[in-house]
Nanobody, 116 residues
């Protein structure tokens, strides 16, 4: 099991930026495909972005492509999500996990709220 701790969320105006971080414990981070996911109130959790172990592979949901950038630092066991040009529809709790996600690894998430 991997322990994941998300941070960096907050309240931002539309058009603004935030950078999320995910600190991971355990020895499997550097060899795992990692992803960001989000869940808005009343909606199912959805995929946002994923990155391969060596950062050579990156994949984004259509809704965030061109605005969000996923990255990682394997030396620090940390995953990042740079979010630019934020929109009110990006409001959600954001979570990191392996991709595909492991049910036992979900953390508390970090809340992102974008005001119009």
């Amino acid at each position: 099991q991997v322990r994941l701790l998300e941070s960096g969320g907050g309240l931002v105006q539309a058009g603004g930026s935030l950078r999320l971080s995910c600190a991971a414990s355990g020895r499997t981070f550097s060899v795992s495909v990692m992803g960001w996911f989000r869940q808005a109130p009343g909606k199912e959790r959805e995929f946002v972005a994923a990155i391969g172990p060596a950062s050579l592979y990156k994949n984004y949901a259509v809704s965030v492509k061109g605005r969000f950038t996923i990255s990682r630092d394997n030396a620090k066991n940390t995953l990042y999500l740079q979010m630019n040009s934020l929109k009110p529809e990006d409001t959600a709790s954001y979570y990191c996990n392996r991709n595909p996600p492991q049910q036992s690894d979900w953390g508390q998430g970090t809340q992102v709220t974008v005001s119009a």
